[in-house]
């Protein structure tokens, strides 16, 4: 029912910055959003949620660096990283959820390397 497209991954070096996307379909006005990333090896981690009223919760390890916020006029999802670590490296995954269902992108592959 919602459609998830994440954009905006991709190689940047120890410091540098990045921009997600996450476009969203259906009444996004509505919808707890959230950032994860998954990491080979390790379990999926929570980046940064909001809520539909702009409560945002941030994992520990990107408190900080990275901001998360939502347009709610353009049904989408933005992830600000800044001074990116090579710890950042993953595919990140948008995420919504409703009163009935949870959903999930396909992701976008982040790489921090010299």
């Known amino acids: 029912q919602v459609q998830l497209v994440e954009s905006g991954g991709g190689l940047v070096q120890p410091g540098g910055s990045l921009r997600l996307s996450c476009a969203a379909s259906g009444t996004f006005s509505r919808y707890f959003m959230g950032w994860y990333r998954q990491a080979p090896g390790k379990q999926r981690e929570k980046v940064a949620t909001?809520?539909?009223?702009?409560?945002?919760n941030y994992g520990d390890s990107v408190k900080g660096r990275f901001t998360i916020s939502r347009d709610n006029t353009k049904n989408t999802l933005y992830l600000q990283m800044n001074n990116l670590k090579p710890e950042d490296t993953a595919v990140y995954l948008c995420t919504a959820a409703t009163a009935f269902n949870a959903y999930w992108g396909q992701g976008t592959q982040v790489t921090v390397s010299s």
């Open positions: 909001i809520t539909s009223i702009g409560s945002i």
